[in-house]
């Protein structure tokens, strides 16, 4: 219930600010000090509704991560999909709120808001620095003047609907409803969609600009894909003002392409890295995607795991085919004609096999980490 009259509040102040049957801002400074005036009123009413993390180190996290974004959305030219023509400079605040929802959210004028949750799921600076440069484009372009702006060319009942889903950011907290409806009906209008696809876009040439890898855009958004398409039925807050995950994902790795980057997910996830864990026996066991790919044992363990590790980690970064995978009789684990590793006898021993054995399991394991990675990642 209480979420209900925030939205009521969010949008009397909406009214208020931009005079829904007053012209938009002519200028961008107009339009700054508009969204300046309307952010810092919104951002009260959201620090009075949610509760402010009292984990210190994402909060730091966040506002580092955030600060280099904005400074770099501050200074330089962009180009712009949907939104205000020229980007918008603002004093931008970041904040993390309590919460589970793989979530984040901007108002009008620089305030942006990142949920626990969000933090929780993302598996780099990279990947966080994606999710923060996609909201302060959202901020810098003046999504919502500009959804206000376009209001007369849809129905009067949409563009509430429409406001409800941006600022909200369709949160799951308190279950409810309605809203769940309203943002439903604001996502199949197609106008979020423009900005969705305007911010990714913004964010990406904020990413480039930036210190932070650009396939932290990529993973995150194919992991949401990815769970969303394993899951459609859970009731994930990003999933309903962030549609079409996996058209995202796509276009923003047509973006890495035509930018000439290599897409290397080792580097800017942990699960599609190899981690190298030392076992109770003395061992060191090889993981990839969330599974055991292999025990390394004996004495030079440790090294010959560490020295796969970053070799399994660009074979896996090509998204080979599974075909690229072969062994040689005396244990040698190859991909696209590259030496991976060496079963040894000591390997062997640990998991009581013969080496032709084990050798066919190492095969057939990483066969199975390949087939997991690229099920992930691409659209089947
Ligand atoms: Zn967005």
Not at 136 to 162: G, N, Q, W
Not at 208 to 225: D, I, Q
Not at 332 to 361: E, F, M, P, R, Y
């Amino acid at each position: 219930m209480l979420k209900s009259l925030f939205i009521t509040l969010l949008l009397g102040s909406l009214s208020l600010a931009y005079g829904f049957e007053d012209k938009p801002a002519s200028s961008v400074d107009d339009g700054q000090a508009k969204d300046a005036a309307l952010g810092k009123s919104l951002s009260e009413q959201v620090d009075k509704e949610y509760k402010a993390s009292k984990n210190t180190e994402y909060q730091e996290r966040v506002s580092r991560i955030g600060a280099e974004i904005a400074k770099i959305a501050n200074e330089s030219t962009v180009n712009i999909l949907w939104g205000s023509k020229k980007a918008c400079k603002f004093n931008y605040t970041f904040k993390v709120l309590v919460g589970d929802d793989v979530n984040a959210f901007s108002l009008p004028g620089g305030y942006i808001y990142v949920f626990e949750g969000l933090i929780n799921h993302a598996e780099s600076d990279d990947e966080l620095a994606g999710v923060i440069a996609h909201e302060v484009s959202h901020a810098a372009f003046r999504h919502l003047a500009t959804l206000e702006k376009e209001k007369s060319k849809i129905d009067a009942v949409t563009i509430p609907m429409i406001l409800i889903a941006i600022i909200s950011g369709g949160s799951t907290a308190g279950g409810l409803i309605e809203l769940g409806q309203l943002v439903g009906v604001a996502t199949g209008s197609g106008w979020s969609q423009k900005a969705e696809e305007a911010a990714d876009y913004g964010g990406f040439q904020y990413m480039l600009k930036s210190k932070y890898n650009p396939t932290g855009m990529v993973t995150f958004m194919e992991r949401l894909a990815f769970e969303e398409r394993m899951s459609p039925k859970i009731d994930w807050g990003i999933y309903r003002t962030h549609p079409p995950t996996r058209e995202r994902a796509n276009e923003l790795v047509q973006r890495m392409n035509t930018a000439g980057i290599a897409i290397k997910r080792s580097t800017v996830t942990t699960l599609f890295k190899t981690q190298i864990k030392p076992t109770p026996e003395g061992n060191f066991d090889a993981w990839f995607g969330g599974r055991k790919l292999y025990t390394f044992s004996g004495e030079d363990a440790q090294s010959r795991a560490e020295k796969a590790a970053a070799r399994i980690d660009s074979f896996m970064d090509s998204l080979p085919e599974l075909f690229d995978i072969r062994s040689l009789q005396d244990g040698t684990i190859i991909g696209h004609g590259t030496v991976l590793w060496q079963v040894t006898s000591s390997d062997a021993q640990a998991t009581k096999d013969t080496l032709a054995n084990a050798t066919t399991n190492a095969v057939l394991s990483l066969k199975r980490s390949l087939y997991n990675l690229t099920y992930r990642v691409w659209d089947f």
